[in-house]
């Protein structure tokens, strides 16, 4: 089994900073692709930023010049640093890990979630 915790939503102003990460443990032989989703009230989930096993982040329109992804490999971890924040970055942000086992298939694993709030 896999587990992945994320952490480091919050309340910030707008202009303000906010890093999230999201952990990994578990039955792990390999990460592949690891990205970041957000879910604001009344809408769909959309995809915010991916990262491949060789570090190429690629990123949404909406996001492009004020989010970072980056990832560390020895940790498991993918982190999202997010400047310049505005009030319709607001959602809650999931992390997205897809992994490959010792044994077994190949799998996508959502994090639970972690609310971030852009309010003055």
């Known amino acids: 089994q896999v587990q992945l915790v994320e952490s480091g939503g919050g309340l910030v102003q707008p202009g303000g900073s906010l890093r999230l990460s999201c952990a990994a443990s578990?039955?792990?032989?390999?990460?592949?692709?690891m990205a970041w989703y957000r879910q604001a009230p009344g809408k769909e989930r959309e995809l915010v930023a991916t990262i491949t096993s060789d570090g190429s982040g690629n990123y949404a329109n909406s996001v492009k010049g004020r989010f970072t992804i980056s990832r560390e490999n020895a940790k498991n971890t993918v982190v999202l640093q997010m400047n310049s924040l505005r009030p319709e970055d607001t959602a809650i942000y999931y992390c997205n890990v897809d992994i490959s086992p010792p044994l077994g298939v190949r799998r996508v694993y959502w994090g639970q979630g972690t609310q971030v709030t852009v309010s003055s």
């Open positions: 578990g039955s792990i032989f390999r990460i592949n692709v």
